[in-house]
């Protein structure tokens, strides 16, 4: 049931049709979590309050997606196009960076005051990656996610000020 | 005496075959009897055992609960002889009411996730590892203390 509703909600999401044009495709790294799997995480107990603040974001996150590719020569034309995917009209751009290395941005859908969806894209000189993240999503918390699983980007998220969720 | 000793190993034939999932029954029974095919079956017991011996007592706490895990190698060619595919294995797992965790492709090697949650912590789980030549398919029965699991990583990562 949980992965029939995962799959409709990716129908829905913002790059969906992106996901869907690469992911068959080998030369992709590809990682997929559902919301069971995240319901598991939320079961754990933290050791510190970071840690129990962490758990308590994880466990209304109702998936993950994410689509990257390394030693491409292509990276800023897929940055442009997944950039191009996005629905201007259901997603803010919240933050943009730019670096002699990459470029990077933060888009976000906002449903009943709350944040539903986080899009993050990067572009680098040889790496590129897409990663969509779908639930109630405190932003805050997501920096903090990030440097627990080791994502790179979402720590700076962590710049944002406290004006959502 | 003999009769009684004869019934209990019965039961406990019967009881380990339903302790296979259907799935993996269903692969099993499929591709069992086809050359360059391997199947091994191990008790938790066994496994914990392993990782004593091996000096990973991180692990051993987090796997306490699991009662077997099975492993099945099959050359990628076996599915085509049988006109089977991957994909449609993984409808009958989600048929056979297994839910997918996460999903996971790195430098063309798919690994895909699957839990069933059973009564008192009888879940089986099974990871399916999609190779450029073979499947690899494991089904664990048992439970995996995801607090425990936990734990254990980041005692090993500290080794």
């Known amino acids: 049931m949980i992965a029939v509703c995962l799959s409709a909600q990716a129908q829905n999401d913002a790059i969906a049709k992106f996901f869907s044009k690469y992911q068959d495709n080998e030369a992709f790294s590809q990682v997929t979590i559902s919301g069971k799997m995240f319901s598991m995480m939320a079961n754990l107990t933290g050791e510190t309050e970071d840690e129990k603040a962490m758990i308590g974001a994880i466990s209304k996150i109702k998936g993950l997606r994410i689509l990257s590719k390394s030693d491409t020569r292509d990276s800023r034309v897929l940055y442009k196009e997944a950039i191009s995917m996005i629905p201007s009209k259901d997603f803010e751009e919240l933050m943009a960076i730019r670096d002699k290395d990459k470029d990077m941005k933060f888009f976000t859908k906002e449903s009943g005051g709350k944040i539903s969806e986080l899009v993050m894209i990067m572009g680098g000189n040889d790496e590129f990656m897409v990663l969509t993240l779908f639930g109630e999503i405190d932003l805050k918390e997501m920096s903090k996610i990030g440097k627990a699983v080791n994502i790179d980007g979402l720590q700076n998220l962590e710049n944002i000020k406290e004006k959502k969720n | ?159």
């Open chain 2, 1 to 159: 005496m003999k009769k009684f000793n004869i019934l209990i190993v019965l039961v406990l034939l019967t009881s380990g075959a339903i302790a296979q999932s259907k799935s993996y029954s269903t692969l099993k029974e499929k591709f069992i009897d086809r050359p360059d095919v391997h199947s091994f079956s191990i008790s938790g017991w066994v496994g914990r055992l392993v990782l004593r011996m091996t000096d990973e007592h991180e692990f051993k706490n987090a796997i306490k609960e699991l009662d077997h895990v099975r492993i099945l190698i099959i050359p990628r060619v076996e599915f085509a002889y049988q006109n089977l595919t991957v994909k449609g294995f993984k409808k009958l797992l989600t048929q056979d009411s297994f839910e997918q965790l996460a999903f996971f492709r790195e430098n063309g090697e798919d690994v895909t996730l699957y839990l069933r949650e059973g009564k008192n912590k009888r879940n089986h789980y099974f990871v399916l590892v999609e190779e450029d030549q073979e499947v690899v398919a494991i089904e664990l029965k048992g439970y995996l203390d995801p607090e425990l699991l936990n734990s254990s990583s980041k005692l090993a990562s500290n080794k």
